[in-house]
């Protein structure tokens, strides 16, 4: 059972369980102060702890700084012209940003429930304004995905979800999961940051598996880390052509998209 993390937003926005009856549309939402810090020539977004919450190269605002956020993109190696693209919660952007240079041809909707990130994201990490293909809600993640407009629509979704503690997603249930796997088409693939040395790890990944055909992790980066690959159809990874597909994503994008086969290579190696 997951231990309830004390924060100021773990208590102010209680989402599930029997407390959520409780809660009205009216509620005051309490979120933890934005703090930002640099280092290196790297500007880096907290909650008001020493959790990096994203990053941004001031150089490169379009790059992806942090190795986490580059896996994220794995969806890469299977979906090469992405029409809609979702990412559930906001950080810098970077992610965002990147899907919106990247693939021209996609429309890239983002959604985070605090409007002072997409403030601070706008101001101070070059997040573009909304246009035709660009939509950026102020809005709860589970909320969208529940909502039947979404349903059947997206080839990928990013879940980037933590609250100021940052030790693991707020939203992690199953049924969270179900309303994810709903917004995705039918070879939909959904990417998911997650905290390998939590205890909601292991919930997240059996959610997953309980909703998904095909769940799999790349290796541990940065402090814990883990990004989980859940393929709404069960898949049969190709690794001479997916290792063919990394050539091609790091030549057009530089990311270091081998790295993520052989991630996945390891992962369906025996024992």
């Not at 993640?141 to 979704?157: M, R, T, Y």
């Amino acid at each position: 059972m997951l231990i309830k993390r004390k924060s100021i937003e773990a208590e102010g926005n209680f989402r599930s369980g029997p407390k959520a009856a409780a809660i009205t549309k009216n509620r005051k939402i309490k979120f933890a102060p934005i703090t930002l810090s640099e280092l290196d020539g790297v500007r880096f977004l907290h909650f008001g702890t020493e959790w990096v919450q994203g990053a941004m190269r001031l150089r490169k605002p379009d790059w992806l700084e942090l190795e986490y956020a580059q896996q994220m993109m794995a969806w890469m190696l299977f979906i090469t012209e992405p029409k809609q693209l979702l990412q559930l919660g906001l950080g810098t952007g970077a992610m965002t940003k990147f899907c919106y240079r990247q693939f021209e041809q996609a429309h890239v909707t983002a959604v985070d429930l605090n409007p002072a990130v997409i403030m601070i994201c706008e101001s101070m990490f070059k997040l573009p304004a909304n246009d035709e293909r660009l939509n950026v809600i102020e809005m709860d993640a589970q909320a969208f995905v529940e909502n039947p407009d979404n349903h059947d629509k997206f080839d990928s979704i990013q879940v980037d979800l933590y609250d100021a503690t940052a030790r693991g997603p707020v939203l992690d249930s199953a049924e969270f999961y179900q309303a994810c796997a709903d917004c995705l088409n039918d070879d939909g693939i959904l990417t998911v940051n997650l905290f390998g040395d939590h205890p909601s790890f292991a919930k997240n990944i059996k959610a997953m598996r309980f909703v998904f055909g095909s769940v799999f992790c790349l290796p541990k980066v940065h402090d814990g880390n883990v990004v989980a690959i859940a393929f709404k159809a069960r898949v049969k990874l190709d690794f001479p052509s997916l290792f063919e597909r990394a050539k091609a994503i790091k030549e057009s994008t530089k990311l270091p998209a081998k790295s993520w086969v052989d991630g996945l290579k390891s992962a369906n190696e025996p024992g």
